[in-house]
Nanobody, 114 residues
Framework: QVQVVESGGGLVQPGGSLRLSCGASGSIGRNAPMGWHRQAPGKQREFVARISSGGSTVYGDSVKGRFTISRDNGKNSVYLQMNSLLPEDSAVYYC????????WGQGTQVTVSS
């Protein structure tokens, strides 16, 4: 069994920053590929960023240049540094880890509003 837990969401003003954290534990190898998706009300889930076991990163077009994904070496922990936040970044952010399948967390709410 694999557990994925996110934290760090909250309310922030436009132009502000937040840092999300995610940890995965259980029956999964070290340095597994991990990533983030998000879903706003009434919209489909959207890819945000992912990081490979070797540290290679890929970002969704809407967050390139503003968000940075990183990980702890040798651990199944990832972080999403979000800068220059926009109201359209408001969503529930879901972390996942890749093993035999995709394992998802419960999500953390990010609200960007003045």
């Amino acid at each position: 069994q694999v557990q994925v837990v996110e934290s760090g969401g909250g309310l922030v003003q436009p132009g502000g920053s937040l840092r999300l954290s995610c940890g995965a534990s259980g029956s999964i190898g070290r340095n597994a590929p991990m990533g983030w998706h998000r879903q706003a009300p009434g919209k489909q889930r959207e890819f945000v960023a992912r990081i490979s076991s070797g540290g290679s990163t890929v970002y969704g077009d809407s967050v390139k240049g503003r968000f940075t994904i990183s990980r702890d070496n040798g651990k199944n922990s990832v972080y999403l540094q979000m800068n220059s936040l926009l109201p359209e970044d408001s969503a529930v952010y879901y972390c996942y880890v890749t093993g035999l399948e995709y394992y998802w967390g419960q999500g953390t709410q990010v609200t960007v509003s003045s």
